[in-house]
């Protein structure tokens, strides 16, 4: 007879895979099924900068989750260095940002989450072609370079001991008096003790597909896609974060530069469009001119998992009682990642929260 898990998650994202290591830590067994491959949907995807765009702009949920997350980012990419010689490059480059016409909301909120800021002075702009509006300069703002992250992520659980399912899709769940016994996926039937779906901007497809309609509340989640360019440019290039409108520049430690990002609405349609490659393109080389001289080596597009205001589920069913959601954190899931995963380790084995889990519930108002 096999082992069943303690914690079986659904959805190999990064959301997913820090979940998994939270309960590992705890001293669960955990089994992580994921129907593509580990970490290569929004995960992979996204930038990587480690703060909400404009966070005085956003639910005070979602500064929670990140504050928190901001704590514990500097051990756990140390560990993951340290224990699997991939280092996810957590990087305190700092980020500056060009405009902030509210430049009162946002020294309120540095001031009030002690985020260090300072007026950004002509030294950030010599190579900057921008036309700057009461610019910030928040020192201490860090990245992660996302598909490493993942990838240290994925070799600390098996490390641990977890067992990972990938190419593995959940087709159906069996219910016996409120609770999940097991679960059947295209790579057999899998019994369940506790059940986490970590399934990203396919949440609310799946709620749909899986469970009847008569139990509880489908979570409000649909994909937003975002497209993103790299290019391939040398370290002295650019050594911070640069956001300016919409729109940003990132460096990583190696001198190569992201720029990003589109928010579309497009289903599950991940093809990147030329369109979105053109105004991308002429964003970065002109804020960025010396980017002319690099090349455009990569174009990729991934989904969010969108959610009203961009506040994530972290919850326990209400209908079903071993089942529970950590999902829907839109373009922020790295930066809300470690809290949420803590979040919902503390749900599910009862032990006071170091973030108050109400804004985060299945049956908040919508």
Request: hydrophobic share 40%; glycine share 8%; charged share 20%.
């Amino acid at each position: 007879m096999t082992n069943i898990a303690d914690i079986t998650i659904i959805g190999g994202g990064v959301i997913g895979l820090l979940t998994a290591r939270e309960f590992i830590k705890a001293g669960a067994t955990v089994t992580v099924i994921e129907k593509n491959e580990l970490g290569q949907e929004s995960s992979w995807a996204g930038g990587g900068i480690l703060l909400p765009i404009y966070p005085w702009r956003q639910p005070d949920a979602i500064t929670r989750l990140v504050m928190q997350s901001l704590k514990l980012y500097p051990t756990l990419a140390a560990q993951l260095a340290s224990e699997t010689q991939i280092d996810p490059e957590w990087t305190q480059c700092g980020l500056l940002i060009v405009k902030n016409p509210d430049i009162g909301d946002a020294v309120h909120w540095c001031d009030t989450n002690n985020i260090v800021y300072r007026p950004a002075g002509a030294d950030f702009f010599n190579m900057l072609n921008t036309v700057p509006d009461q610019p910030l300069w928040l020192p201490e703002i860090a990245q992660a370079r996302n598909p490493r992250l993942v990838k240290s992520l994925k070799q600390d659980l098996l490390n641990k001991g977890a067992i990972l399912k990938e190419h593995c899709e959940l087709t159906s769940v069996n219910i016996v008096k409120n609770r999940i016994t097991s679960i059947n996926t295209t790579s057999g039937q899998l019994a369940v003790n506790q059940l986490i779906a970590a399934t990203g901007a396919w949440t609310g497809q799946l709620f749909r597909q899986i469970f009847p309609a008569a139990i509880g509340d489908t979570p409000e989640i649909t994909p937003v896609k975002g497209q993103m360019l790299l290019f391939d440019a040398r370290p002295e290039t650019l050594s911070y974060m640069v956001l300016d409108g919409d729109q940003y520049l990132i460096p990583r430690r190696d001198g190569k530069i992201l720029a990003g990002s589109t928010v579309e609405q497009d289903d599950f349609n991940k093809t990147t469009t030329t369109q979105a490659r053109d105004q991308l393109g002429a964003f970065a080389l002109n804020l960025l001119p010396s980017l002319n001289n690099c090349p455009l080596i990569k174009h990729w597009a991934g989904l969010r998992p969108g959610t009203e205001h961009g506040i994530p589920y972290i919850d326990q069913h209400p209908e079903i009682d071993n089942l529970y959601i950590n999902a829907g954190h839109f373009r922020n899931g790295l930066a809300m990642g470690p809290a949420s995963a803590q979040l919902m380790i503390d749900l599910v084995l009862k032990r006071p929260t170091a973030v108050a889990p109400e804004p985060y519930t299945l049956s908040r108002p919508h």
